[in-house]
């Protein structure tokens, strides 16, 4: 059973930084394309950004510049980074892994997801 747990999230004043990680149980964890994506109450879920086994990266045009996500294969864990935070980014972020190594800003593309983590950004 793939397993993925997240930390990070905070409450944080705008233009703060953030790091968000997961965890991923699993041997083939390198194979797998992750991504992070977000959800604010009443709103779908969102992509934020994703990386492929190679390094490949995607991000949404809300983050570009912003956020980078990065992988540590070793120790089975992505992160991303998040610079300049504003209180339009407050919301519970996702780490999802996609086994089947498809690039994709679609939540249903993605095989298994963590429980979420709560960043707030004040103004």
């Known amino acids: 059973q793939v397993q993925l747990v997240e930390s990070g999230g905070a409450l944080v004043q705008a233009g703060a930084s953030l790091r968000l990680s997961c965890v991923v149980s699993g041997r083939t964890f390198r194979t797998y394309v992750m991504g992070w994506f977000r959800q604010t109450p009443g709103k779908e879920r969102e992509f934020a950004a994703a990386i492929t086994w190679s390094g490949s990266v995607d991000y949404a045009d809300s983050v570009k510049g912003r956020f980078t996500i990065s992988r540590e294969d070793v120790k089975n864990t992505v992160y991303m980074q998040m610079n300049s935070l504003n209180p339009e980014d407050t919301a519970v972020y996702y780490c999802?892994?996609?086994?089947?190594?498809?690039?994709?800003?679609?939540?249903?593309?993605?095989?298994?997801w963590g429980r979420g983590t709560q960043v707030t950004v004040s103004s």
């Open positions: 999802a892994a996609d086994e089947n190594g498809r690039m994709s800003k679609r939540p249903r593309t993605y095989d298994y």
